[in-house]
């Protein structure tokens, strides 16, 4: 029994001085918050990393530090930035990672397998692509009300709903997208402008891919419209202009709830599909002095003010993709996938033909729900 004992003792006192095998001190480590990748010199890429430099104090100082490298390949490049830096890159904390649109336009497909297969990097991380500008460009902008732009970028994804002029996606997403049939990806552009002497990373509209090469852009309105066929719903804000009583004025509703349906049919041997959007809105502004809403003739009027412009959005970007772009981004390829499969074995082959003929019809409405606090416009004595 007590050589039992013993053992045990034994053995308990040496699990209690085991370690973490791959444990690293934090003074080694240097805490990047996003990466930009652009073409580099002879076939090779520059990776821009921004960091986070740490200075003591109270309270605590944390800015942002930039570091630039090249390398052949991106694990090449993200290797020497230790070089630099005399610390390794941790990629636990970071945010976004951005192409440029010339690396984009030859193809991200590698970059994104070495994000997806390395243990390092997390592949939730939101990936952009800079139109217009180098990659590197962009983490030398200001950061809008932030401490870095990588902060600010996940920001700015994370609100993304409050006003959708483009669709947020991360690594995972991104390569799902690659392997998927009938749905090619799209990712959130950023273009840097100028604001009282600061250049500020703007991020709106859509760069639009064929595999894992950019092809060209959606604009906010396009990505705007593309974001509610895709998710199924609309969120935001609707805006258009509405004539009455001789005058043209701007009216802005808020959508409440909503419900977008996409419907495949395969009929006589012939391909289509429907688009059914249904809304529920409050009415935020409405510019006619004499405009009574309450009244359901004119509130009809703004209901289908509302309905007309939604409807022409849609069916402008539905020309964009299939007479400009070619490239199925909604998703309607997966959707006759698993919808009709006896269709989608037909088409399959030739999707990017099929698509570009597919007649796509529409139709929405719009109900009015709410008119804030006030169920007549405003107006001061006479």
Same mark, same amino acid.
């Given at each position: 029994?007590?050589?039992?004992?013993?053992?045990?003792?034994?053995?308990?006192?040496?699990?209690?001085?085991?370690?973490?095998?791959?444990?690293?001190?934090?003074?080694?480590?240097?805490?990047?918050?996003?990466?930009?990748?652009?073409?580099?010199? $002879?076939?090779?890429?520059?990776?821009?990393?921004?960091?986070?430099?740490?200075?003591?104090?109270?309270?605590?100082?944390?800015?942002?530090?930039?570091?630039?490298?090249?390398?052949?390949?991106?694990?090449?490049?993200?290797?020497?930035?230790?070089?630099?830096?005399?610390?390794?890159?941790?990629?636990?904390?970071?945010?976004?990672?951005?192409?440029?649109?010339?690396?984009?336009?030859?193809?991200?497909?590698?970059?994104?397998?070495?994000?997806?297969?390395?243990?390092?990097?997390?592949?939730?991380?939101?990936?952009?692509?800079?139109?217009?500008?180098?990659?590197?460009?962009?983490?030398?902008?200001?950061?809008?009300?932030?401490?870095?732009?990588?902060?600010?970028?996940?920001?700015?994804?994370?609100?993304?709903?409050?006003?959708?002029?483009?669709?947020?996606?991360?690594?995972?997403?991104?390569?799902?997208?690659?392997?998927?049939?009938?749905?090619?990806?799209?990712?959130?552009?950023?273009?840097?402008?100028?604001?009282?002497?600061?250049?500020?990373?703007?991020?709106?509209?859509?760069?639009?891919?064929?595999? $894992?090469?950019?092809?060209?852009?959606?604009?906010?309105?396009?990505?705007?419209?593309?974001?509610?066929?895709?998710?199924?719903?609309?969120?935001?804000?609707?805006?258009?202009?509405?004539?009455?009583?001789?005058?043209?004025?701007?009216?802005?509703?808020?959508?409440?709830?909503?419900?977008?349906?996409?419907?495949?049919?395969?009929?006589?041997?012939?391909?289509?599909?429907?688009?059914?959007?249904?809304?529920?809105?409050?009415?935020?502004?409405?510019?006619?002095?004499?405009?009574?809403?309450?009244?359901?003739?004119?509130?009809?009027?703004?209901?289908?003010?509302?309905?007309?412009?939604?409807?022409?959005?849609?069916?402008?970007?539905?020309?964009?993709?299939?007479?400009?772009?070619?490239?199925?981004?909604?998703?309607?390829?997966?959707?006759?996938?698993?919808?009709?499969?006896?269709?989608?074995?037909?088409?399959?082959?030739?999707?990017?033909?099929?698509?570009?003929?597919?007649?796509?019809?529409?139709?929405?409405?719009?109900?009015?729900?709410?008119?804030?606090?006030?169920?007549?416009?405003?107006?001061?004595?006479?």
């Amino acid at each position: 029994m007590r050589k039992i004992l013993s053992g045990v003792c034994i053995l308990a006192f040496c699990l209690a001085q085991t370690g973490c095998w791959d444990y690293l001190e934090l003074e080694t480590l240097s805490f990047v918050m996003a990466a930009g990748i652009d073409v580099g010199s $002879d076939e090779g890429l520059t990776l821009t990393v921004e960091t986070l430099e740490v200075k003591g104090g109270e309270p605590t100082d944390m800015s942002p530090y930039v570091t630039t490298t090249t390398g052949i390949t991106l694990f090449n490049a993200l290797r020497n930035v230790t070089n630099v830096s005399g610390k390794q890159m941790f990629f636990g904390h970071s945010h976004a990672v951005a192409f440029s649109e010339e690396l984009a336009r030859k193809g991200v497909g590698e970059a994104v397998g070495f994000m997806q297969r390395d243990v390092g990097v997390r592949t939730n991380m939101w990936l952009c692509v800079v139109r217009g500008s180098a990659a590197k460009d962009v983490f030398t902008a200001d950061a809008p009300l932030g401490t870095s732009i990588g902060d600010y970028l996940n920001r700015v994804m994370m609100l993304q709903r409050r006003n959708p002029t483009f669709i947020p996606v991360q690594i995972w997403e991104f390569n799902r997208a690659l392997n998927e049939v009938g749905l090619s990806p799209v990712l959130p552009a950023i273009e840097i402008i100028e604001i009282d002497d600061r250049k500020i990373p703007l991020v709106q509209g859509s760069g639009v891919f064929k595999r $894992d090469r950019l092809i060209g852009w959606l604009d906010a309105q396009d990505s705007r419209v593309l974001s509610y066929l895709r998710l199924g719903k609309v969120t935001g804000v609707l805006a258009t202009e509405m004539e009455y009583q001789g005058e043209k004025e701007r009216i802005a509703a808020e959508v409440m709830t909503s419900r977008v349906e996409l419907k495949p049919y395969w009929e006589n041997d012939e391909l289509s599909v429907a688009i059914t959007v249904n809304l529920q809105v409050g009415l935020h502004e409405l510019g006619f002095a004499t405009f009574d809403y309450s009244r359901p003739e004119l509130k009809r009027m703004a209901e289908e003010a509302l309905a007309r412009e939604l409807k022409e959005d849609i069916e402008r970007l539905i020309r964009t993709l299939q007479q400009d772009l070619k490239v199925d981004v909604v998703g309607f390829g997966a959707l006759i996938k698993k919808k009709v499969p006896s269709a989608w074995r037909k088409v399959e082959k030739n999707w990017e033909e099929e698509f570009a003929q597919l007649p796509v019809s529409v139709r929405v409405a719009v109900l009015i729900t709410g008119t804030g606090t006030l169920a007549k416009p405003l107006t001061g004595r006479p």
